[in-house]
């Protein structure tokens, strides 16, 4: 099975800052990755799919980059509603794998 | 839009079977991947399975031997099947739409215990 490694495991950072989160795969996946944001009490959103596509509704301060074994998730300037866990997931080859996931909290 | 709404029992006892249904409405369940996933209270997510409109599935292989994922296009509802439940299987399941799912349940916690 493949293995989704994020990093860092939690971070704090001040609403305007500009933060990346990390996800590393255990084999090459092409760019069959999504980024998810969850919320207390909320089922997952889908932020970034294949990648580096962002997903109809989503602010364009969200970003992901990356292919193959590496990928990124920046965001550009934090807002307030921002501040929530943050999972990649890859859809390249079943089992699917989420990573642990990054919780990002106010500094 | 097309939503989803899981429903099933809250407590099962060890040893048993989980059963939970997902509700699909404004969206027919005859296209698509329709997926499973689970998260412990506090914890990551982890996905269940999928359960294609051909009637294909496809399923985790930490829980392969316990898990069945199928449909009732009547109801237009997709159901999951847990067998030999213990503790560690105690968390909230969300149905979802896709392999890389957009739209999901609210959810539903299962707590197993006796």
């Known amino acids: 099975a493949i293995q989704m490694t994020q990093s860092p495991s939690s971070l704090s950072a001040s609403v305007g800052d500009r933060v990346t989160i990390i996800c590393r795969a255990s084999?090459?996946?092409?760019?069959?990755l999504g980024w998810y944001q969850q919320k207390p009490g909320k089922a997952p959103k889908l932020l970034i799919y294949a990648a580096s596509s962002l997903q109809s509704g989503v602010p364009s301060r969200f970003s992901g980059s990356g292919s193959g074994t590496e990928f990124s998730l920046t965001i550009s300037s934090l807002q307030p509603e921002d501040f929530a866990t943050y999972y990649c997931?890859?859809?390249?080859?079943?089992?699917?794998?989420f990573g642990q996931g990054t919780k990002l909290e106010i500094k | 839009q097309v939503q989803l709404q899981e429903s099933g029992p809250g407590l099962v006892k060890p040893s048993e079977t989980l059963s939970l249904t997902c509700t699909v409405s404004?969206?027919?369940?005859?296209?698509?991947?329709w997926s499973w996933i689970r998260q412990p209270p506090g914890k990551g997510l982890e996905w269940i399975g999928y359960?294609?409109?051909?009637?294909?599935?496809n399923y985790n292989p930490s829980l392969k031997s316990r898990v069945t994922i199928s449909a009732d296009t009547s109801k237009n509802q997709i159901s999951l099947k847990l067998s030999s439940v213990t503790a560690a299987d105690t968390a909230r399941y969300y149905c979802?739409?896709?392999?890389?799912?957009?739209?999901w349940g609210q959810g539903t916690l299962v707590i197993v215990s006796s």
């Open positions: 359960f294609y409109y051909t009637g294909s599935t």
């Open positions: 979802a739409r896709g392999s890389a799912p957009v739209y």
């Open positions: 084999q090459d996946i092409r760019n069959d």
């Open positions: 997931l890859q859809d390249y080859k079943y089992p699917y794998s």
């Open positions: 404004n969206g027919s369940i005859s296209t698509y991947f």
